[in-house]
T-cell receptor
Framework: QKEVEQNSGPLSVPEGAIASLNCTYS??????FFWYRQYSGKSPELIMF????GDKEDGRFTAQLNKASQYVSLLIRDSQPSDSATYLC???????????FGKGTTLSVSS | DGGITQSPKYLFRKEGQNVTLSCEQN?????MYWYRQDPGQGLRLIYY???????QKGDIAEGYSVSREKKESFPLTVTSAQKNPTAFYLC???????????FGPGTRLTVL
């Protein structure tokens, strides 16, 4: 059974701080890794994806991947109240197959 | 204006009824997916289709059926055999050669 694990939270950070969201996966053959943001009552929105070990930056967001540890993380710098949402980690083992999602981490940014 | 549309946004069903959820995309994406999300839970795969006239069961296909007669459309029928159908249903798609999936706005189904 391929699994993706996330701490459900809530993770609470003050405005302007760095939020760190973590995810582990069980299938060592996983190739692609995704972070989605989901506001309450809405559908998931793709934030970032990463394929290679290391860091990938996009604005205030940085995705980090460590395949040896089967660990992927998302850092949000200068957190804003509008970042308050549930963040879903997803992986897939082969191109073109369905994603496997974690249950999500709820982030709360207080002003 | 390209995207994925789902209808209706809200749907109420009486016990014993079949209902069909619509998913349409004009992104020219090859693969389409149906997920179910329960409160506080992640997304669970119901069915997916990588090409027209072909589809595969996901992890929780029992009580659901799909068709893929056109590339743009992937309707999901929730049958009376699905014992706990109340959930948020999400349709997604992606283009061949790309991995990232994009989601429609979802349909919230409630059984009365």
């Amino acid at each position: 059974q391929k699994e993706v694990e996330q701490n459900s939270g809530p993770l609470s950070v003050p405005e302007g701080a760095i939020a760190s969201l973590n995810c582990t996966y069980s299938d060592r053959g996983s190739q692609s890794f995704f972070w989605y943001r989901q506001y309450s009552g809405k559908s998931p929105e793709l934030i970032m994806f990463i394929y290679s070990n290391g860091d990938k930056e996009d604005g205030r967001f940085t995705a980090q991947l460590n395949k040896a540890s089967q660990y992927v993380s998302l850092l949000i710098r200068d957190s804003q109240p509008s970042d308050s949402a549930t963040y879903l980690c997803a992986v897939n083992a082969d191109s073109g197959t369905a994603l496997i999602f974690g249950k999500g981490t709820t982030l709360s940014v207080s002003s | 204006d390209g995207g994925i549309t789902q209808s209706p946004k809200y749907l109420f069903r009486k016990e014993g009824q079949n209902v069909t959820l619509s998913c349409e995309q004009n992104l020219n994406h090859d693969a389409m997916y149906w997920y179910r999300q329960d409160p506080g839970q992640g997304l669970r795969l119901i069915y997916y289709s990588q090409i027209v006239n072909d589809f595969q069961k996901g992890d929780i296909a029992e009580g659901y059926s799909v068709s893929r007669e056109k590339k743009e459309s992937f309707p999901l029928t929730v049958t009376s055999a699905q014992k706990n159908p109340t959930a948020f249903y999400l349709c997604a798609s992606h283009k061949q050669g790309a991995d990232e999936q994009f989601f429609g706005p979802g349909t919230r189904l409630t059984v009365l």
